[in-house]
């Protein structure tokens, strides 16, 4: 499986708060077998709500959005943690059953399962 993924960058900033939101590559691990790829990947902080997946033309791009929302009736008072964006892209050498696949998110990491294809495997043809 190759890898590729979006460089880290830190210029964009938010227009209210001033606080500056950054785009990264998430760490993430990628496991496989004969019959599957798993990967798991830490998006901390990120709710299901904010986790988005494609699969096209074997490229899987998983991207996550954390949001620092200020609870209603409260103002912030000091801030650390900031609106973050994770950008990930995956190039899968095997194609992968699309309908099979799976995604779970526990703790901050997100597991995938993805089912490998079945190659299409020599027969031979009887002769009438």
């Known amino acids: 499986m190759n890898t590729t ?16 939101e950054s785009l990264r590559k998430p760490l993430y691990n990628v ?17 299901k709500s904010g986790v988005k997946l494609d699969l096209e033309e074997n490229i899987l791009t998983i991207r996550g959005e954390r949001s620092t929302n200020v609870p209603e009736g409260m103002k ?6 900031s609106p973050l964006s994770y950008l990930l892209r995956l190039r899968l050498n095997t194609p992968v059953n699309e309908d099979q696949m799976t995604a779970k998110l526990e703790d901050g990491v997100l597991t995938l399962r993805l089912p490998l294809k079945e190659v299409a495997k020599p027969r031979q043809i009887p002769v009438l």
């Open 5 to 20: 993924c979006s460089p880290r960058t830190n210029n964009n900033t938010a227009a209210t708060s001033g606080v500056t």
């Open 31 to 47: 496991n496989g077998n004969a019959e599957a790829y798993e990967v798991r990947v830490e998006l901390p902080g990120v709710p």
């Open 76 to 81: 912030a008072l000091h801030r650390e943690l």
